[in-house]
């Protein structure tokens, strides 16, 4: 069966500090990856995706994504985390029809 | 940008009620979707919808139904409500994969329904 796991359900990171939030995914093939973000309250918001290339993919607020096949992961990280970026945060992987999520990550970010 | 709306933020409804969730997004996406979303489980897809009229159950069916009438709507439904369906519902809508590629889901801002 497909799967995607997050490890960490919570992670505390110093403003200013690097971010790497884990992701690993199960899937017959290689399946398209995403990380989402979402606010409290809020709707999920795409950070990144790979379909298919450069193994590092660049997203919106700074964030980046390294795809490793041999590992079966995608890790999200950020060289210097900033208080606004506290939040949820979802890996996501499909084939051809629908995403499946890992459960979330949720990051707090202290002063 | 696409934009998915959602019909309320907050929704109160008791039990037995049938309730009525709508979804509308304005960039001709083929594919929409249904989540529930609960603490410690993630995203759990109800029904999706790879094109007008037609239907495909997700991993948690039991309790809903949709319906699809117009490419840019979709709506869950709610038989009768029960507390177990106290959630935050997102609603999704993607390009479909007819040209071959595979497109992210845009999602809508979520409505989260208390039944009491």
């Known amino acids: 069966a497909q799967s995607v796991t997050q490890p960490d359900i919570h992670i505390t990171v110093s403003e200013g500090a690097s971010l790497e939030l884990r992701c690993n995914y199960s899937y017959g093939a290689t399946p398209y990856l995403f990380w989402y973000v979402q606010s409290p309250g809020q709707g999920l918001q795409l950070l990144l995706k790979y379909f298919s290339g450069d193994t590092l993919v660049q997203g919106i607020k700074g964030f980046e994504a390294e795809f490793k096949r041999s590992q079966s992961s995608f890790n999200l990280r950020k060289p210097s985390v900033h208080w606004s970026d506290a939040a949820e945060y979802f890996c996501a992987a499909s084939g051809y029809s629908t995403l499946t999520f890992g459960k979330g990550t949720m990051l707090l970010v202290s002063p | 940008d696409v934009k998915v709306t959602q019909s309320s933020r907050y929704l109160v409804k008791r039990t037995g009620e049938k309730v009525f969730l709508e979804c509308v997004q304005d960039m001709d996406h083929e594919n929409m979707f249904w989540y529930r979303q609960d603490p410690g489980l993630g995203l759990r897809l109800i029904y999706f919808s790879y094109d007008v009229k037609m239907k495909e159950k997700g991993d948690i069916p039991e309790g809903y139904s949709v319906s699809r009438e117009k490419k840019e709507r979709f709506s869950l439904i709610l038989e009768s409500a029960s507390t177990n369906q106290t959630s935050m519902y997102l609603c999704?809508?993607?390009?479909?994969?007819?040209?071959?590629?595979?497109?992210?889901?845009?999602f809508g801002p979520g409505t989260r329904l208390t039944v009491t």
């Open positions: 999704a809508s993607r390009k479909g994969s007819g040209s071959g590629g595979i497109y992210e889901q845009y």
